[in-house]
């Protein structure tokens, strides 16, 4: 299929960017994130914080890439799945 490439890698570059985005958002102004973790009486919610911020960021740029995507994306899955959770 010669569509089925460019589609795909169109939503990497995507996820990528909405990865990245979020992850340097919760980095730059991590209090209300921290904040929200602890109301919801999590036992670590600094480290988790920083934990979510850096594989968002970092995943996100690793999936943008294509360097390493599939195992951000297991991370990216993980993260996401504990937001669900959380939420």
Same mark, same amino acid.
């Given at each position: 299929?010669?569509? =089925?490439?460019?589609?795909l890698l169109i939503c990497r570059f995507d996820w990528g960017i909405?990865?990245?985005?979020?992850?340097? !958002?919760?980095?730059? !102004?991590?209090?209300?994130?921290?904040?929200?973790? !602890?109301?919801? !009486?999590?036992?670590?919610?600094? =480290?988790?914080?920083?934990?979510?911020?850096?594989?968002? *960021?970092?995943?996100?740029?690793?999936?943008?890439? *294509?360097?390493?995507?599939?195992?951000?994306?297991?991370?990216?899955?993980?993260?996401?799945?504990? =937001?669900?959770?959380? =939420?």
């Open positions: 299929n010669l569509l =089925a490439s460019p589609f909405l990865f990245i985005s979020a992850g340097l !958002d919760e980095m730059e !102004d991590h209090r209300p994130f921290i904040k929200f973790l !602890d109301e919801m !009486d999590l036992v670590f919610p600094i =480290a988790t914080a920083v934990t979510v911020a850096l594989i968002e *960021g970092m995943g996100g740029l690793c999936f943008l890439l *294509g360097f390493a995507a599939r195992l951000a994306s297991l991370l990216l899955i993980f993260v996401m799945i504990g =937001a669900y959770i959380i =939420a």
